[in-house]
């Protein structure tokens, strides 16, 4: 059951991917997300159900059907990467004993994973990470909390993202002060809300340090190659929280080797 339940959340992930390569390439823009239907970005066709089919519209088309130009291969890329993180979250949580194997850990790890593939987009092509994907998803961590700690659990989890969020937010003045320009962008900040709601105190500490080791040689390359040093700190943060909350365990007994705490 492993494998083939791990087949569909591929496919389910690469469906999520397309959607999600909607919105981040749309919302930024000002363009609406539900109506208007997917079009050719070259010449504006609107396209028909079949060149929709997350994947295999890529493998088997490959080109427009009016104007024969290319469908960008990123979208393909997009899909599989989506599929693939959808896949590994359902296989690191999987439980034998549970409803076809879902934890109330698979379905924060799927919201992260969704939070990866849209902030990657995002930040990286136009340096800002969108409000509604982070309210979308605070909500639902909410209420997955709620049902797995009990309402008192999901309102600590809630002001533990308001401490983090505070945190950031001191931090990332301080240091614009300091450096006279901003060092922490407006969406890392509230980024940094939900990260504390899912990773609790501790671990939102180490998935910001790890976040910061993560950015380092990326931020000097870039400014080696391109004379460029701004680079997006969003990928990063949710890279971080992406790696601390698989291997949560893992960071934990690291924590406890070192400092016994
Ligand atoms: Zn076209």
């Known amino acids: 059951m492993l494998i083939s339940m791990m087949i569909i959340l591929f496919y389910f992930g690469a469906i999520m991917g ?15 997300v539900l109506v208007s239907r997917s079009h050719c970005d070259n010449c504006k066709a609107i396209l028909k159900w079949y060149q929709l089919i997350p994947l295999f519209s890529y493998l088997f088309l490959r080109k427009c059907p009016i104007c ?45 994973a969704s939070l990866v593939v849209i902030i990657f987009i995002t930040d990286f092509k136009y340096l800002m990470i969108l409000d509604s994907p982070l309210v979308i998803s605070s909500i639902l961590v909410f209420i997955i909390k709620w049902y797995s ?9 809630v002001g533990t993202g308001l401490l983090i969020f505070a945190i950031m937010y001191i931090f990332g003045t301080v240091c614009s002060k300091i450096f006279k320009k901003e060092a922490l962008g407006g969406g890392d900040i509230k980024f940094s809300f939900v990260l504390g709601m899912i990773l609790g105190i501790k671990m939102s500490f180490i998935a910001i340090i790890l976040s910061a080791f993560l950015a380092l040689p990326v931020s000097v390359a870039s400014l080696l190659i391109t004379k460029n040093n701004e680079v997006p700190f969003g990928p990063f943060l949710v890279g971080a929280l992406f790696i601390v909350f698989v291997y949560f365990e893992k960071f934990n007994n690291i924590l406890i080797l070192l400092f016994s705490i």
């Open 68 to 112: 024969k130009c290319k469908i960008p291969s990123i979208n393909f890329l997009i899909e599989m990467f989506t599929g693939i993180i959808f896949a590994f979250i359902y296989y690191s949580f999987y439980n034998p004993a549970t409803t076809l194997g879902f934890t109330t850990n698979t379905f924060i790890g799927l919201i992260i």
């Open 149 to 157: 700690l009990g309402f008192i659990g999901a309102l600590k989890s």
């Open 18 to 32: 397309s959607f999600y390569l909607v919105i981040a390439t749309r919302l930024p823009k000002n363009e609406d």
